[in-house]
C-alpha cells in the first residue's frame, strides 16, 4: 500500500466527501421522527417485557416461603 503524504490525504478525504449524497433537511427530520418513534416502541417493549419477568420472578420467589 502506498504512503500518502497529509496533503494528499486530505485531498483524497475532500474528494470522497464531495461525492456523498447529504440528506436534505425533510429526509432529516423524517428520519429523526422514525428514530424517535422506534425508541418510543422499544421502550415499551421492554417495559412490558420487564414487568412479565418480574410479575414471574415474584410469583417464583413467594412459591417458596
Known amino acids: 500500500m502506498a504512503k500518502n503524504s497529509p496533503v494528499e490525504f486530505f485531498q483524497q478525504?475532500?474528494?470522497?466527501?464531495?461525492k456523498?449524497?447529504?440528506p436534505n433537511r425533510r429526509e432529516t427530520l423524517i428520519t429523526t421522527a422514525m428514530v424517535f418513534v422506534m425508541?418510543?416502541?422499544?421502550?415499551i417493549f421492554f417495559l412490558i417485557a420487564d414487568?412479565?419477568?418480574r410479575f414471574g420472578v415474584s410469583t417464583l420467589l413467594t412459591i417458596g416461603q
Not at 478525504?13 to 464531495?18: I, L, Y
Open 20 to 22: 456523498v449524497t447529504w
Open 39 to 43: 425508541v418510543l416502541l422499544a421502550s
Open 51 to 53: 414487568q412479565i419477568i
Open 13 to 18: 478525504v475532500r474528494a470522497e466527501t464531495a
